[in-house]
């Protein structure tokens, strides 16, 4: 008997410290690129706000923005059947940026465009999920050159996502 209440209670312990936290983190900094994967079919990678992770264009969900280029400029594309992205600013620096960034505590977006376009650092974009979440974007740095033949995108960006489906952003 003795040995099976140990056995319960180092189960239960087991339990409750393998808990994962099933709230995933609502801001960060993320990296996308457009570099081309293969398996039955070609995808990217792109960013998942609500799941705060990188997925790919195959996954379900799929990601909420991936990163392309024209060949010169860079771009944020959506693939959810609505105008998500708003271009809050652009700035001579990245001091002003995080400024922006950070004291940008609401939405209030009348005009809604298909892509951001073109991105480059210093700016801040906020993005509209399909389902009406939004997401508040600083980009930090992009590299556009021609890697192995084509032509390479890639951006890093710090990002806020609200959850609740409010235009109101969390506080740091």
């Not at 994962?20 to 900094?29: F, L, Q, V």
């Amino acid at each position: 008997m003795k040995n099976i209440i140990l056995i319960l209670f180092a189960i239960l312990t087991m339990q409750v410290s393998c808990k994962k936290d099933k709230n995933p983190p609502t801001s960060g900094i993320a990296t996308i690129n457009n570099t081309r994967e293969f398996s039955t079919t070609y995808y990217v990678y792109g960013f998942l706000f609500r799941e705060a992770k990188l997925v790919s264009t195959l996954e379900k969900p799929p990601p909420d923005i991936t990163v392309d280029t024209d060949g010169t400029d860079l771009l944020f594309q959506a693939n959810n059947l609505k105008d998500s992205f708003y271009k809050f600013g652009e700035y001579n620096d990245g001091t002003s940026a995080k400024t922006a960034f950070d004291n940008l505590t609401t939405a209030n977006v009348t005009q809604w465009d298909g892509l951001a376009y073109p991105i480059r650092p210093h700016q801040v974009w906020i993005y509209r999920s399909g389902t009406e979440h939004y997401a508040k974007i600083r980009i930090i740095s992009i590299i556009a050159e021609v890697r192995s033949g084509n032509n390479y995108a890639e951006c890093t960006f710090e990002w806020v996502y609200q959850p609740d489906g409010t235009p109101t952003f969390p506080g740091k």
